[in-house]
């Protein structure tokens, strides 16, 4: 039954292209060049680096220590210390461009450790109105954690000094993140 189906779908699309219904409208370099930077493009370009960073992550937890894309799609892979041999293979098995990052002095469990740490001393300073956001932001360097307010009040926005209370171990180091002061949301709480 499905190969009948099959059939005369495919028969339908046939006749649909020849009669001129289905025929792609003409597309000029500039809508071309568009596409280029669209999000299916990037999928395709950075779905096979994002799959090898997590099998990197899953076999090698103790080296692993974080992964990036930069700006132009390339796949930044950090290690502990020096990158197993393996986990470089798995990278240039993709074909896609990546760059090794080693000895960084860490593993992912030792960054999500440290950020935890931040997370819990910044709960005092959770108001109604302002509330802390707390992220791994190795974009800005390695192990580093950025701590940003979010508030309706822009005067709750800036940091008051909160961040220089805060303590984490070396290598990790905090920054405040004052690109990141998106308003609270008001959220309707269901019962």
């Known amino acids: 039954m499905n190969t009948i189906a ?19 409208p003409a597309v000029d370099a500039e809508a071309i060049d568009s596409r280029v930077d669209s999000p299916e493009i ?9 799959d090898a960073a997590g099998v990197i992550e899953e076999q090698f937890p103790n ?4 992964a990036l894309f930069d700006d132009d799609n390339a796949i930044h892979v ?3 210390a020096e990158a197993p041999a393996d986990a470089v293979a798995i990278l240039e098995a993709t074909g896609q461009p990546h760059v090794v990052v080693e000895s960084v002095g860490f593993n992912a469990a030792d960054y999500q450790a440290a950020m935890d740490s931040v997370v819990r001393q910044t709960e005092k300073y959770v108001t109604t109105e302002r509330e802390v956001s707390v992220a791994q932001d190795p974009s800005i360097g390695a192990g580093v954690i950025a701590v940003s307010f979010q508030s309706n009040d822009p005067s709750l926005l800036g940091d008051p000094g909160i961040v220089k209370s805060l303590e984490v171990d070396a290598p990790f180091q905090l ?12 959220f309707e709480i269901f019962e």
């Open 175 to 186: 920054v405040f993140d004052d690109t990141n002061t998106s308003p609270v949301a008001d």
């Open 78 to 80: 950090a290690f502990k």
């Open 63 to 66: 080296d692993y220590a974080y």
């Open 6 to 24: 099959a059939s005369l779908v495919g028969v339908g699309l046939s006749a649909l292209l020849l009669s001129g219904c289905a025929a792609a």
């Open 42 to 50: 990037t999928r395709v370009q950075t779905g096979p680096l994002g």
